[in-house]
């Protein structure tokens, strides 16, 4: 089943998006670890676009999960949560199975493929949720600016 849409990201008063930040922020014992994990963000969010541009379900899929998990273990709920969304998205579309003899024209784990109108709304609300992932993690990686 799907998950509820996101809701909308806070706005800064001076414009822009509100920068996010792990609730252990103010931790000393754990300052170190969230800002090894925002830097490693960084990688992690060019390799979430680029299977979302490479139209790679299956490894879309398995980097979501990744960081779907290890997000909330750096206090980082909203990534955790919006990385929930992009998984259980491609689990909705069943774009996580594996190809099968006659699916060349269908949409299956091993890419995006275009075979209809519907698959075409399905693959734009894909990039939807993972648009939105890449955005909040955005938002953290700008608080490891702010915060710098």
Excluded at 24 to 43: H, I, K, S, T
Excluded at 68 to 93: D, K, N, P, T
Excluded at 99 to 122: F, I, R, S, T, W
Aim: proline share 4%; charged share 30%; net charge negative.
């Amino acid at each position: 089943m799907r998950e509820d849409d996101s809701q909308p990201a806070p706005s800064h008063p001076e414009g822009g998006l509100t920068p996010l930040r792990s609730r252990f922020a103010d931790d000393p014992e754990m300052r170190e670890l969230v800002l090894w994990f925002l830097g490693d963000l960084e990688r992690r969010v060019g390799a979430i676009r680029s299977a979302l541009d490479a139209h790679d379900a299956s490894r879309l899929r398995m980097l979501a999960h990744q960081l779907s998990g290890s997000a909330q273990g750096y206090g980082f709920e909203e990534i955790g949560e919006a990385a929930r969304r992009v998984e259980s998205e491609i689990r909705f579309l069943g774009l996580h199975r594996k190809a099968q003899p006659g699916d060349d024209d269908k949409l299956h784990g091993d890419g995006l493929h275009d075979d209809g109108l519907q698959n075409e709304v399905q693959i734009s609300t894909l990039a939807e949720r993972t648009e939105d992932l890449i955005s909040v993690c955005s938002r953290a990686i700008e608080g490891k600016r702010d915060a710098a």
